[in-house]
Structures are given as C-alpha cells and as structure tokens.
C-alpha cells in the first residue's frame, strides 16, 4: 500500500516559479512510475508529467513542455514537479499518482494518489 503526500502549492505570479514535492510510502516506491495530474475548476483532471522508475525517462503534456521538470529521489522516497515560467491557465490542484509500468496518460491506470496541492497564478 502506498501512501503519497503533496506539497509545495500556493500563490504565485505568473512568470514566477514553485516547487512541488510529493512525499511517498518506502515499501513500494521504487517500483513505481510516478505522474503529476492536474485538475482546474470545471474541468477533467490531466495528465501533466510522468517519470520511470528508475527516473531514465520523462514525459510531458505539450502545454507544459520546456517549463516543467519531473524528477524522483528513491533514496528519500519523493518525487518533485519543478514549474517555472507558470502562467494563470496552470491554476489547478495538482496530484501525485504511482502508476504502472507501462506509459499511461490515464488517470485510470494510477492506483495511488495524494490528496493533492494547490496552485494558483494570478495575472
């Protein structure tokens, strides 16, 4: 059973930066690929980013490509969503997810989440 914890959300300017950190459960974290969704107001929860096991490969919605890094340390069990350059349409609650081991986009393939952190923009 894993457990995730978000952290690192809050109010931010666009153009300004934040660092997410989502902590997990140790027992099975490192079997684990790990994604970042987000879900804004009225709208489905997206896939964001998502990174192997082993942290070799990473993926990226189009939207965020270039501003957004997806990185893991399995030593201290924790995954972290760096967002630079944000912009008031990333607002959203953002959530971690342990997910399989095949690449998935699908909030249905992740078996584990958090309860997630907010993220605000303002203009």
């Known amino acids: 059973q894993v457990q995730l914890v978000e952290s690192g959300g809050g109010l931010v300017q666009a153009g300004g930066s934040l660092r997410l950190s989502c902590a997990a459960s140790?027992?099975?974290?490192?079997?684990?690929?790990m994604g970042w969704f987000r879900q804004a107001p009225g709208k489905e929860r997206e896939f964001v980013a998502r990174?192997?096991?082993?942290?070799?490969?990473?993926y990226y919605t189009d939207s965020v490509k270039g501003r957004f890094t997806i990185s893991r340390d399995n030593a201290k069990n924790t995954v972290y969503l760096q967002m630079n350059s944000l912009k008031p349409e990333d607002t959203a609650v953002y959530y971690c997810?342990?997910?399989?081991?095949?690449?998935?986009?699908?909030?249905?393939?992740?078996?584990?989440w958090g309860q997630g952190t907010q993220v605000t923009v303002s203009s």
């Open positions: 140790g027992r099975t974290f490192r079997n684990s690929a």
């Open positions: 990174i192997t096991t082993s942290g070799t490969n990473t």
């Open positions: 997810a342990a997910g399989p081991p095949y690449y998935s986009r699908s909030s249905t393939d992740y078996a584990y």
